[in-house]
């Protein structure tokens, strides 16, 4: 019984999708079911029928909520690429609103991976939703499989650090981890830098509160004006940077490949800086 | 005579499936202390134990080409003690027999479990991969052992021509695995919430792939050995019809602690966790050394733990 409400439910946020992206895109969404099975799913779990049902009330929010602008799409560059982006706002918001851009604005359509933290997969529900929508734990093995399967990768290296940041850091890129850089060198992939501008005020965070973040095993407890992290309507930018190419060794030392990373990371600073110029306010 | 093979737990069920693959093209001696149901007339059967002096015997007196070695037990209900001692000590005693003999050739069964289903698994664990199986469920450690021993062999013997397969979960009408059984309950439990991609191998190409790295001269080393691909457990249910219950996580390992102890199941708590993350396996090194496919689709696989 339960899986017959399911599958309705799933039917009719489907519909939903398909009406509010209008023909030719679900045409071309249908194109991404890539290496399905006989079950429907591809081998990292990956089903496209799932995640065009799930993507409804996202696309909701695309377009009404947060009304996201995008620009430079177009520089997504096609097969393998690594996308990396700030990250903010409590709840992976911006990964969605990037993930649906790709989706509903790119040519063609691209189903982006983003790689989740390691906690994820020990969290009912979340987990499953997750592998659904193609949304892996960020092993540098999984990246490499798929980096070598020509799959568009989001990254937000400033991690944990990045989405639980408080008030007063909005707009300033926490530290970055270097695995992506080593992963892009030895796969030899191009690295779009992406900005989102809007996030960081979606749910304004003024404490963390970190001993109970430990004892339930989050990795941040943040508390935010509204006591819970609910995103506030503002109103999204996201650039997209000319892509990337780096060359050299994947095992040099740090402070090497902390150089191309710092290069990677003022790009998006600034196009960060060029998004709060040009924008009126918070909320339009 | 012709030379022979030597296949140790030839009794189970994947023993019993290989022998009837294989003699018709080969001498098959088989040795097992159950006595082998059905047995085909010109198989050579020894009711022994492998750490006992007289299979010993065996290898003096029999010209040897191959040994497949799947003498290896798993019972949650068996005495720690016996366990270890049947898996790893036999284990180390046919080794033995094998380098004093000069058997040009070992196989020997391990099992994708030794890496063991974690939340921080890669999605394909490679043969490089740490096994950790251990680390959350003390009574898979004689695996793990006995996959280690095998692997020192291979060092050690480099004349010998030594292949460790690991195949996913093994499936089949009659066998008796922790995820045969599973999938037979009619109302099996689920963690609620987790739904993780599961890999199955038909019995028949589990021991298909044990013949060929028996018979063919490329193998060597150890080897993930995947079935028709990777599935969601909810979709396995679904097609053997099954309704499931979902078990809040937090809730199932005390409870199903009491129900082992209690005799009511027959699975360890720690068994949960396959129903819970993730152990699969990227099985494309065997693919790429040996010309093996596996004969049964994802859904002949699923059917047939209901005998289908």
């Given amino acids: 019984m339960l899986e017959r409400l399911s599958d309705r439910v799933k039917k009719e946020f489907r519909e939903w999708t398909e009406h509010m992206v209008g023909d030719e895109r679900s045409r071309r969404l249908q194109a991404l079911a890539r290496t399905e099975n006989e079950y429907g799913v591809d081998p990292f779990g990956f089903n496209l029928d799932y995640s065009l049902a799930a993507m409804a009330p996202f696309v909701w929010l695309y377009r009404h909520y947060h009304r996201v602008e995008t620009f430079g799409i177009e520089n997504l560059p096609p097969g393998r690429v690594l996308l990396i982006s700030n990250h903010s706002g409590q709840l992976p918001m911006d990964g969605a609103m990037i993930g649906v851009a790709l989706l509903l604005e790119a040519s063609p359509p691209r189903a982006i991976r983003s790689m989740v933290e390691k906690w994820v997969p020990s969290l009912p529900f979340v987990s499953t939703f997750m592998a659904r929508v193609g949304q892996i734990?960020?092993?540098?093995?999984?990246?490499?499989?798929?980096?070598?399967?020509?799959?568009?990768?989001?990254?937000?290296?400033?991690?944990?650090?990045?989405?639980?940041?408080?008030?007063p850091q909005r707009y300033q890129l926490q530290e970055f981890g270097l695995g992506f850089m080593r992963l892009a060198l030895e796969t030899n992939t191009p690295i779009v830098p992406v900005a989102v501008v809007g996030a960081e005020e979606q749910a304004p965070a003024l404490v963390d509160i970190k001993p109970l973040a430990k004892m339930l095993g989050f990795p941040a407890?943040?508390?935010t004006v509204t006591g819970l992290p609910l995103p506030l309507p503002t109103k999204y930018r996201i650039y997209f940077g000319e892509p990337m190419r780096f060359s050299g060794r994947a095992d040099d030392e740090d402070n090497e490949l902390d150089k191309k990373v710092r290069t990677v990371k003022s790009a998006i600073q600034s196009m960060l800086n060029q998004g709060l110029k040009e924008r009126r306010g918070v909320f339009w | 005579?012709?030379?022979?093979?030597?296949?140790?737990?030839?009794?189970?069920?994947?023993?019993?499936?290989?022998?009837?693959?294989?003699?018709?093209?080969?001498?098959?001696?088989?040795?097992?202390?159950?006595?082998?149901?059905?047995?085909?007339?010109?198989?050579?059967?020894?009711?022994?134990?492998?750490?006992?002096?007289?299979?010993?015997?065996?290898?003096?007196?029999?010209?040897?080409r191959a040994v497949i070695h799947m003498g290896i037990m798993h019972d949650p209900r068996m005495s720690e003690e016996e366990h270890h001692s049947f898996n790893v000590v036999g284990t180390t005693r046919l080794l033995e027999y094998c380098a004093r003999y000069r058997v040009p050739k070992v196989v020997v069964l391990s099992s994708a479990n030794v890496y063991g289903p974690s939340p921080d698994n890669s999605n394909f664990l490679t043969e490089d991969a740490p096994l950790m199986a251990a680390s959350r469920f003390s009574g898979v450690r004689d695996l793990i052992e006995v996959d280690m021993?095998?692997?020192?062999?291979?060092?050690?013997?480099?004349?010998?021509?030594?292949?460790?397969?690991?195949?996913?979960?093994?499936?089949?009408?009659?066998i008796k695995n922790a995820?045969?059984?599973?999938?037979?309950l009619r109302h099996p439990w689920i963690m609620a919430g987790f739904d993780p991609m599961v890999q199955l191998i038909h019995v028949e190409d589990a021991a298909r792939a044990m013949m060929e790295a028996a018979l063919r001269p490329e193998p060597r080393g150890v080897y993930n050995v995947v079935g028709p691909g990777e599935v969601p457990l909810s979709s396995i249910h679904r097609e053997l019809g099954?309704?499931?219950?979902?078990?809040?996580?937090?809730?199932?390992?005390?409870?199903?602690?009491?129900?082992?102890?209690?005799?009511?199941?027959?699975?360890?708590?720690?068994?949960?966790?396959?129903?819970?993350?993730?152990?699969?396996?990227?099985?494309s090194r065997w693919l790429q050394d040996v010309d093996w496919k596996p004969r049964y689709s994802m859904r002949e696989t699923i059917r047939s733990v209901v005998g289908d």
């Fill in chain 1, 221 to 223: 407890f943040p508390l």
């Fill in chain 2, 242 to 283: 099954h309704a499931a219950i979902p078990v809040p996580h937090p809730v199932a390992r005390p409870l199903l602690g009491l129900l082992f102890k209690y005799r009511l199941a027959n699975f360890p708590p720690p068994e949960l966790d396959h129903i819970q993350f993730l152990c699969n396996v990227d099985g």
């Fill in chain 1, 137 to 167: 734990v960020g092993t540098p093995e999984n990246c490499r499989r798929l980096l070598e399967s020509e799959e568009a990768i989001l990254v937000f290296p400033e991690g944990t650090r990045g989405i639980s940041k408080l008030w």
């Fill in chain 2, 179 to 184: 995820p045969s059984t599973y999938l037979r």
């Fill in chain 2, 1 to 64: 005579m012709r030379p022979a093979v030597v296949v140790t737990g030839i009794s189970g069920n994947l023993g019993r499936t290989l022998a009837k693959l294989l003699h018709k093209h080969e001498r098959i001696i088989g040795i097992d202390r159950r006595p082998f149901v059905g047995r085909p007339k010109d198989i050579e059967m020894h009711q022994l134990d492998l750490r006992k002096r007289k299979a010993e015997e065996v290898f003096r007196k029999n010209d040897i």
């Fill in chain 2, 149 to 174: 021993l095998a692997h020192g062999f291979f060092w050690r013997h480099p004349h010998i021509q030594t292949v460790i397969l690991r195949p996913v979960h093994i499936v089949g009408p009659t």
